[in-house]
């Protein structure tokens, strides 16, 4: 089970993350948007999606350059396992808390105001949850890497990521005797990938794709028609 957790699950997750975004968005463009909510209900609004995006940004990010970058470029550079373990503790831990807060916020104010939940499907409460439950998750992996400061826990995850990207097929293998919170901040991490293309967060996608590349006050329409429309046809 835990090869097919860690060894397999992980290669499922992100090919259905790559082709199922790319489906979406050919398929139902129309879909690809976060649905906002602002004019219902703006003031909890605003802190809470700063506070969760922020932190979830900073949290993204760190976990892509600290798990994906070779550990010989950290060799380089000077930086011990140690050094950077507290330094992930650390702003990990400020960047948790952010989201955290900024999360609980939105998930009370989409949960408890009748027209947010009225115009809320389940997966835009589903998947917010998730995430939730994820950073609860990675605030736990922090207690539990206060006991490994020297670093070397986190080289384990490293050469798991590494592993599965390079199909090194012991990659599984790396990470088989950590933590079960670890285990399970991973297969849920892994899960919400499974789910990405289906939800509201594909919109995160937009920024580098979308709204950097077209100019301001310009919207992409597209038509599902398989031939042009007839001057005398009404519109649909």
């Known amino acids: 089970m835990h090869e097919f957790l860690f060894g397999t699950y992980p290669y499922i997750a992100l090919?259905?993350?790559?082709?199922?975004?790319?489906?979406?968005?050919?398929?139902?463009p129309f879909t690809w948007k976060t649905s906002s909510s602002q004019l219902l209900r703006r003031k909890q609004l605003v802190l809470g999606s700063i506070l969760f995006h922020v932190g979830v940004l900073i949290i993204f990010l760190g976990h892509l350059v600290g798990l994906l970058t070779p550990i010989w470029v950290f060799d380089m550079l000077g930086i011990t396992h140690g050094a950077k373990q507290l330094l992930a503790v650390l702003a990990g831990g400020v960047?948790?808390?952010?989201?955290?807060?900024?999360?609980?916020?939105?998930?009370h104010r989409r949960w408890t105001d009748p027209r947010i939940r009225a115009t809320s499907s389940f997966w835009d409460i589903a998947i917010l949850a998730l995430l939730l439950v994820q950073l609860v998750l990675g605030m736990?992996?922090?207690?539990?890497?206060?006991?490994?400061?020297?670093?070397?826990?986190?080289?384990?995850?490293?050469a798991w990521a590494q592993g599965i990207f390079t199909?090194?097929?012991?990659?599984a293998s790396y990470i088989e005797d950590v933590?079960?919170?670890?285990?399970?901040?991973?297969?849920?991490?892994?899960?919400?990938?499974?789910i990405f293309p289906f939800t509201r967060l594909v919109h995160m996608l937009s920024v580098p794709f979308r709204y950097v590349t077209l100019r301001p006050g310009y919207q992409i329409v597209r038509s599902r028609r398989q031939a042009p429309r007839r001057g005398n046809e009404p519109a649909e």
């Open 15 to 28: 090919s259905v993350l790559l082709v199922g975004s790319v489906a979406r968005y050919e398929r139902d």
């Open 140 to 158: 736990f992996t922090i207690v539990v890497s206060l006991g490994h400061l020297d670093g070397y826990e986190m080289v384990k995850f490293m």
């Open 95 to 107: 960047a948790g808390v952010m989201a955290l807060v900024g999360g609980g916020m939105l998930f």
């Open 167 to 171: 199909f090194d097929g012991a990659a």
């Open 179 to 194: 933590a079960l919170v670890f285990k399970l901040h991973l297969f849920l991490g892994l899960t919400i990938f499974l």
